[in-house]
């Protein structure tokens, strides 16, 4: 009860009007940048920090938090309405969210994003209420083997993703990983796979670049090609009584929106993970327990709701182990500690009892930040709608400059505009060879997570290969990323047989 | 075309305007020089990281007072170790809208990467803001009060059984546990982390036995009663309040050259004009007196060390000296 | 596309033995104590990935994969002409952004697929060639405080900064 006590106090602060006006113009920003290929939640809230040395430390929290929220409700929309996904956390929501805008149903896909994102939001905001200090134990509890454990069971969690060509499925899958490793090696500190010696590789292949080359100018050219230059992008309309029917065939949803939050939360509060893999695990274990995944990447409602409710879910949980331990779950909430420094808040253990008003005004501010996010997106659905419409020679150059000052602006380099442009060129080709690249951009964001964990867990281990067994959190994890691998295989070998049965009796 | 070739026409014709109208305000002042965009602040370490967050505290301490005419725009260019940052700073060199935050990779890098061909001593120095200290750290489960019960234990554990956590081998944590093992003459397994923080985090939950950390990276759990220092790696009296009360190895009895700091500084390309180097050192000599600065300085157990100009370049070269010996080159 | 798919995998088959080659400035062995080296990863992915392009290739020989059953060009005469033209007309931007700076290198990139591939009227491409930089300033450089490139246009934009900043 106390807890709830605590929650009263924490929403006097986020209604006070400073700090409601904050949260309402910080989802707004928020969303907008979210929206925008490129710019995701990190670079909000990096690049607005300044900005909150104007207000006391509580609403410059909110404020942020707001940001944070708003952006990963914004990051559906590139990736429904482009196919682009705005930030890594988002790529899951290209699968079937692109597909649907392409039927024509891009106001059911954005209506589904932002009911998922708030129910993700919500749920874990209340997870967050009850447990923050018992769940703060539990990302302690997790070392190298642990989040090696967790990685297997994210890459076993979407092996399905991939086309029938399963040497390019493969291949698509390693050269990912390959462009993970590139930059420096964290274990021996050494440069590696500086390609042609260019000194832009030093910093390794930002994600982005991959994802905006591949989703971004290959898509358009892809569209281009199959549409012949000249249609209409999609018939997409709008009106309150689609979006009505859209929210009641949301209902049915809600196994997948729960499941998606509670996954996502937990996933988000894990300091290696954050948002990405939790996305991405919601999206294939939806698909896996799903009746009908064959309908899955071709504009599949559940496809939608799953990602997006866990990504939302994660964000949330990410802020947990920063406000109690002081380590960021994602690159935002790292940027979120540098602003809690500034405003000269100890984040860490102690921050639960010697700033309670700071803890509990954020928490009560996400409840609502979360709301107002979801009421103005909705809001501005159907002006997404409307950009839609345009003549797709007007579109597409547009989308080409975003594409290519959205690769710009993460690192500014040249270096990687360039590099985009290659992805976007060889990918394009590539797919067209049915070259299949979501496992490509999937592996590029766990990459490195996986190297490290496993090189970490055997320099711990001496080189014993059996200490991801040996410990009871991963030795689980790794059994159940393990079933997971194998039972599509069993799957396919047992179609086959049963295909090959059926052949030879009708022979 | 037409109508394209007016617009830019136009377009070219006001923004000739809006010069001229200012380089006459321009040498109307005509004193110091003043920079004219915003100001890469190159930062040589990725996001997150405890060189960063320093950073962009920095860049806040500047922001809400308006110390300079025009924002700073923090760049993390932290690949290979620094390398990145530095090459960008040889290739803008004479580029008066750029300058470096540095740590100690500043040395280390262009020694263990001879052949990028970075000369540290081309460069401009502005400011040392502070030194940052490091302390040895154990959980407060283990049951070691002293650096004596420290030996002890890492010696009855042996290399396998004693993991010490830290960032990258070849970074200032390898080059610290590398002087504690000498010293003592133990032996122990250096797992390497992508970050301070990171590190940190990995003592609290015991997935390593000891760390390195500098005071910022601890002092959350510290308080929390989750882990403690055994020593300091400075000479005594250097630190103020409780991290004062932490005996250095010196006091300990282990002789003076049990000390090793990370040096925050900033620098600029070479060949900048003077009173380009003078906006910066004044710039960052306010950033330095300001309270919120001093008062970050005491609390995160940071030395206070203003150095700027030739004795400044004095001291990167001696530091360089020394850090090529500490690496064997 | 039967012929297509053979170069691709070959061109690919190529590009692993480079990252396999490339991988070997760092130890890629087993190192005693320690588990794999800082070059092992990668060395065995490209591995990995020359494996994959044999299969490749093996399913394109007995054909197994739908291009290699395809008697279809890989792109016909329309599709490539687009092709060259908008991956060009990209290039060529993005090399021109060293030399004029995103400001003008954008607009006149959109000028040219506005008009040559899609035949807007001048009216309707004045207007996003003169928005498009104002926006992009606006919203990258004044509010995100993100500098785009400019190349030797940058002295112009001084007083823009003197005003807004």
Known sequence: MEILGHLADGFLISFEPLNLALVIFGAMVGLFIGAMPGLGSVNGVAILLPMTFLVPPTSAIIFLGAIYYGAMYGGAISSIMLGIPGASTAVATTFDGRPLALKGQADKALVAAATASFVGGTISVILFTAFAPPLAEVALAFGPPEEFALMMLAFATFIGLGGDDIPKTFFSIFIGLVLSAVGLDVVSGEPRLIFMDLPGFLHGVNFLVLAIGIYGIGEMLWTVETSRGNVSMSKATVSAKRVMAALRELVGTWKTMLMGSFLGYFVGILPAAGATPGSLMAYGVAKSIAKDPSTYGKGNVDGVVAPEAANNAASTGSMLPMLTLGIPGSPTTAILLGGMVIWGLEPGPLLFVDHKEFVWGLIASLYSANLFSLLINIAFIPAFIAVLKLPFTILAPVIFALCVVGGYVPTLDMHDVWLMFIFGVVGYLMRKLDYPLAPAVLAIVLGPLAERSVRQSLIGSHGDITIFFQRPISGTIMVVAIILLVMPLYKIIRDRMKAGRDEGGAA | ?329 | MRKAELIMALVMAVFSIYIMWKSTELPIGWIPEEGPGGGAFSFWLGAAMLVCCAAIIYRWARRLSPPSQSDEPFMDADAARLFFVITGSLGLMIGAIHVIGVYFALPIFMAFYMRYLGRHSWRLIAGFVVATPIVAFFFFEIALLKTLPKGFTEPWFYPLYDIFL
Not at chain 2, 13 to 38: D, F, H, M, S
Not at chain 2, 56 to 83: D, V
């Open chain 2, 1 to 329: 075309m037409n109508k394209l070739s007016t617009s830019a026409l136009s377009l070219s014709l006001a923004v000739g305007l809006a010069l001229g109208a200012t380089t006459v305000a321009g040498e109307a002042k005509a004193k110091a020089w003043e920079p004219k965009k915003p100001i890469e602040f190159v930062i040589m370490a990725g996001k997150g990281g405890g060189a960063d967050r320093l950073a962009r505290f920095i860049q806040g301490i500047i922001e809400k007072h308006k110390m300079s005419p025009k924002p700073l725009i923090p760049i993390n260019k932290g690949g290979g170790s620094g390398a990145e940052a530095l090459q960008y700073l040889k290739a803008k060199n004479g580029d008066p809208h750029v300058i470096l935050a540095t740590l100690n990779s500043y040395y280390t890098t262009p020694l263990r990467q001879p052949k990028l061909g970075i000369d540290i001593s081309k460069y401009t120095p502005i400011a040392r803001l502070a030194e940052d200290t490091f302390q040895l750290w154990v959980h407060v489960d283990s049951g070691i009060n002293s650096v004596k019960d420290y030996v002890a234990a890492v010696k009855k554990a042996g290399k396998k059984g004693w993991k010490m956590g830290g960032t990258g081998k070849g970074a200032e944590d390898s080059l610290v546990t590398g002087m504690l093992m000498k010293k003592f003459g133990i032996d122990m397994t250096y797992v390497p982390y992508k970050g301070g923080g990171k590190v940190a985090k990995e003592l609290i939950g015991k997935h390593i036995n000891s760390t390195v950390n500098n005071p910022a990276e601890q002092v959350g759990f510290w308080d929390a009663g989750k882990s403690k220092p055994l020593a300091s790696f400075t000479p005594p009296g250097m630190l103020k309040g409780k991290w004062g009360k932490i005996p250095t190895f010196q006091d300990l009895g282990h002789g003076s050259d049990m000390v090793y700091y990370m040096q925050r500084s900033i620098v600029a390309p070479g060949g900048i004009a003077d009173d380009v180097r003078d906006f910066y050192v004044s710039l960052f000599q306010k950033v330095y007196t300001s309270s919120e600065w001093q008062g970050y300085l005491n609390k995160k157990g940071l030395i206070p060390g203003w150095l700027t100009g030739d004795k400044l370049q004095a001291y990167f070269i001696a530091e360089k000296a020394k850090h090529a010996k500490l690496l064997g080159k």
